[in-house]
């Protein structure tokens, strides 16, 4: 936690409000737009995103008259503007001034405009003319009094394999190997006769014949990333160069992809911010905006930081077409400024009459503001008023305090995305939010940590499966340990280094002496295939767990070499056709599953299968309390969250009631939504919420209501 972004944001407020396109309207809308805004209590719209072809209609040509008129419209009615550069959008005489700088796919295949994003990130075309437009702005708006920050550029993301990126690729590669002979050791080059004799024969890993090289692939990704990184700095510096002193942020983007490795991001930002669209609304989605939440929370080293995007009451991101209802909206927003984001922005204002995203939502639907959706963002924006004193953030430490973190890498996500792994159906994303996930459902608050990261604050660390190990981070893992920690790992973590050569010997590679184990062989499962897993001793279950754990998609042949065994695979699963040959478990049965090594003053902990959701649950709900950690409220009712964002001089408890009771609050402390003390007890509503001003830790109790029925859900 050395450095914490966040510089620049009012620190007296919450932000509300999103992305503005007043391009697509005429200007008599502009001037409704403003006075639904105040209406609603909007306070911030993000503009110019997508506006390069109208701000720049020829090379070099400007044109920012309209765009004056829309920042003191916005202005002259009260409403800050986070302003975009345009450069994830191109126009089309783009195209046909600098056809070598449209993206090549990996098939070779060039695009063009008509989308957006059709750049090709390296090309010096693209780069000169989005640092130029940048200046512009910035000399035009950098002073205006209504801007609240630079929002450069548009999810940075977009790869490229041509012309230009192969060369920025070697250029790369040259600084990280120095000598192709370094290179050839890293990439395994003896394989396959892919030996490289000239630096010219690197190139971007386009479509070929069979698998790619795991090792070159990897380096790819890191390269795109810095790549973007650097695109970015040069904006961000021709902003800073005109004196302009409003922060600087990009949008990062989740959860469906992952291009940029953000830990190294963070520290080029004022200010983090995300772009989060849930992947479910159901239950789920309440989960899942609370990773999104910690993720970037974390990579800010614990400040504020701001959710710049989320969908409305409706969205149609990656073909999921999901409604949220008015409460949702609310919660979701909430949960997010309890994680430390600095107000609740979406896409997008208004919804478009037409164009490819017609359909996605806006916080002024179709059917206009005369609308149950809009009346519920009119009461959206009271309750972020009403908190504006949580924005102020506390003089040190992390606003969220977390006994528990999860190791958190891209490097863990791409090294995955690697072709032919030992199982089709290792998913990186998705066990590191299955981990983040019960947590959440336990109640425990939540930090991510980059591998070698200090571990030293926490009492439980988890790593829910990481390829590629350091020796710094193993290092560091061990410390933590020994200081008195306990570390939890899952299967496929440390068996390779950073160049994914795998550690011989034995997997868990890099991390076997720390865990105590040793594995020969590996037992991946079919998608349909899974495994039990019984107690302490004998196969037969007598001493286990009462709910039998259950393993899926892996498994393993694992011998102690130390480490105390806490659950053996049980064998069979009796939905197998014996007949039909070796059935899952079979293979392992009998043998250790789960294991625990006495390190130091702490313990390092082993699962060797990936555990079904309830099984995880139980596991890591034993792990938090051998670690002693502390939930933020002991004893939630299920689908009820509590999360204590730290403030100057006093701390806000959230409480957002998911389910479909009402729960009653009890402890030291005031709600700021409706005034009531909570000394006698307050009730939240079935999917209502509560925010307590407090100076207290403890004393906090959230129960069933017992005059609270099931509430009609919406
Ligand atoms: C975001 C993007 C927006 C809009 C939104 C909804 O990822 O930044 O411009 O496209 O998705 O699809």
Request: glycine share 12%; hydrophobic share 40%; net charge negative.
């Amino acid at each position: 936690m050395t450095h914490a972004p966040g510089r620049g944001l009012p620190a007296g407020r919450l932000l509300f409000g999103g992305d503005y396109n007043p391009e697509q309207w005429g200007e008599d809308v502009w001037k409704e737009d403003v006075v639904l805004m105040r209406q609603a209590g909007v306070n911030a719209a993000t503009v110019g995103v997508f506006s390069w072809a109208l701000l720049e209609p020829e090379e070099g040509v400007y044109d920012f008259g309209w765009l004056d008129r829309v920042v003191q419209t916005l202005h002259d009615g009260g409403v800050g503007v986070v302003l975009a550069t345009p450069t994830a959008s191109p126009p089309p005489w783009f195209t046909r001034r600098h056809p070598d700088a449209m993206p090549v796919g990996p098939d070779g295949v060039r695009l063009v405009h008509g989308s957006r994003d059709t750049y090709a990130v390296s090309a010096p075309a693209y780069r000169s003319a989005s640092r130029a437009i940048a200046q512009r702005l910035a000399e035009r708006y950098g002073d205006h009094p209504a801007l609240l920050a630079w929002h450069v550029h548009n999810e940075y993301g977009s790869l490229d394999f041509g012309e230009h990126a192969a060369a920025a690729f070697r250029r790369w590669l040259q600084r990280r190997y120095s000598t192709l002979e370094e290179l050839n050791r890293a990439w395994y080059t003896a394989f396959w006769s892919q030996h490289y004799t000239s630096w010219e024969d690197v190139l971007p890993p386009r479509r070929t014949q069979y698998l790619a090289n795991p090792a070159h692939a990897l380096d790819f990704r890191r390269f795109s990333s810095d790549e973007m990184l650097d695109a970015y700095r040069e904006q961000r510096d021709a902003i800073r160069a005109t004196g302009s002193s409003a922060p600087v942020t990009t949008n990062f983007m989740l959860p469906s992809w992952n291009h940029l490795e953000q830990w190294s991001w963070a520290p080029e930002l004022d200010v983090l911010s995300l772009d989060h669209y849930l992947d479910t609304v159901g239950p789920d989605g309440e989960a899942h905006a609370a990773y999104g939440a910690d993720l970037v929370r974390s990579w800010s080293g614990g400040g504020p930081w701001l959710l710049m995007e989320q969908s409305t009451i409706s969205s149609t991101v990656a073909g999921r077409r999901a409604h949220k209802e008015p409460d949702r909206v609310l919660r979701n927003s909430l949960s997010y400024v309890a994680r430390g984001s600095q107000g609740s922005l979406f896409f997008q204002w208004r919804a478009p009459a037409a164009g490819s995203e017609a359909w996605h939502g806006g916080i002024v639907p179709h059917a206009g503001a005369g609308s149950r959706s809009f009346r519920g963002f009119e009461r959206l924006g009271r309750v972020l008023e009403s908190l504006a004193e949580v924005a102020a953030a506390p003089q040190d430490g992390p606003l969220v305090e977390a006994d528990v973190a999860i190791v958190w890498h891209a490097e863990g996500w791409w090294a995955t995305e690697t072709p032919q792994l030992p199982s089709d159906d290792l998913d990186y994303s998705a066990a590191v939010r299955g981990a983040h996930r019960v947590l959440w459902q336990e109640g425990f608050a939540v930090d991510f940590v980059a591998p070698e990261a200090d571990l030293s604050r926490y009492r439980l660390v988890l790593v829910p499966s990481l390829f590629p190990v350091t020796d710094a981070a193993v290092a560091g893992m061990r410390r933590f340990v020994e200081g008195g920690g306990h570390l939890a790992v899952w299967p496929f973590t440390g068996y390779a280094d950073e160049h994914l050569h795998v550690v011989p010997g034995g997997y868990p590679g890099r991390l076997r002496d720390l865990l105590g184990v040793r594995v020969e062989e590996l037992h991946p499962l079919d998608p349909a295939e899974r495994v039990e897993l019984t107690g302490p001793g004998e196969p037969d279950g007598s001493t286990g767990p009462e709910r039998p754990l259950t393993g899926l998609t892996w498994s393993e042949h694992l011998s102690s070499e130390g480490a105390e065994v806490l659950a053996r695979y049980a064998g069979l699963d009796e939905g197998v056709d014996e007949g039909a040959g070796e059935g899952a478990g079979e293979g392992v049965a009998g043998g250790p599953a789960i294991t625990r090594h006495a390190v130091g003053r702490g313990a390092a902990h082993y699962v060797s299968t990936f555990l079904d959701g309830p099984s995880l649950r139980t596991w890591v709900a034993g792990l938090c309390e051998q670690a002693g950690a502390r939930r933020v409220v002991e004893g939630c009712p299920p689908l009820v969250e509590a999360v204590r964002r730290r403030g100057a001089g006093v701390d806000h408890l959230f409480v957002l009631n998911h389910s479909r009771a009402a729960v009653r609050v009890q402890g030291p402390g005031v709600d700021l939504l409706t005034g009531a003390a909570a000394a006698d007890g307050l009730v939240v509503p079935a999917r209502g919420c509560a925010v307590l001003r407090t100076t207290e830790r403890d004393g906090f109790t959230v129960t069933a209501d017992p005059a609270g029925g099931e509430a009609t859900p919406g």
